[in-house]
């Protein structure tokens, strides 16, 4: 069965509640610009870190290590990583996502520890996003200066940066390509 994606429904706000709760999540999430500095409840964060221990990995090598930073001085060192960036600071938390191993390239020819910490880190933004919180991935940051705070192994590598707080910036849609730019069934 062929999909024209032009003929796709478009799904009103009454289905959304009703049967797109996963979609819903997805749809609300966009990054925080700014965070107001209230802790996050460790209980909520255990939630957010356990959605990526749950994430997918290729193999399920599980090569990944997350370390989650809400000590005030560390989250000073995290912002001089981040070239000054404040929502290091009033993040509740901010989850290093660190691979472990490096060495795995699928046979596809692509690398998976990336991918990978892709997966975790997008499951713990969705489950943030469920928890009413706001979050921030970033890859701006001086790597060097965040492994050895978080007295991360030499040979490991901290892939992507997660600012996880209490928003106070009003969320906010980016627009993406529209469906038939990005999407077909069939053919490219
Ligand atoms: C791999 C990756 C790295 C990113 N790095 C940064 C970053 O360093 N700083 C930043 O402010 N946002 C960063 N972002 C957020 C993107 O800019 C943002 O997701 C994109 O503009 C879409 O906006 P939205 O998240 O609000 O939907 C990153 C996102 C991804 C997926």
New binding site residues.
Partial sequence: MSHDVKKLPVLDASCYSMCMDILEVIRNR??AKSFDGRPVDTKVMDRILEAARLAPSAKNRQAWRFVAVGKEDSKKVLREACYGDERMMNAGYVVAACTTNIRYTMPNGQPSHPLDLAFAVSFMCLQAEHEGLGT?????YDERTVKDLLTVPHAMQVV?LLAVGHRTDEPGF?ERLPSDRVISYDHW
Avoid at 136 to 140: D, E, M, S
């Fill in positions: 966009s990054t921030a991935i970033l890859g701006t992507l980016q």
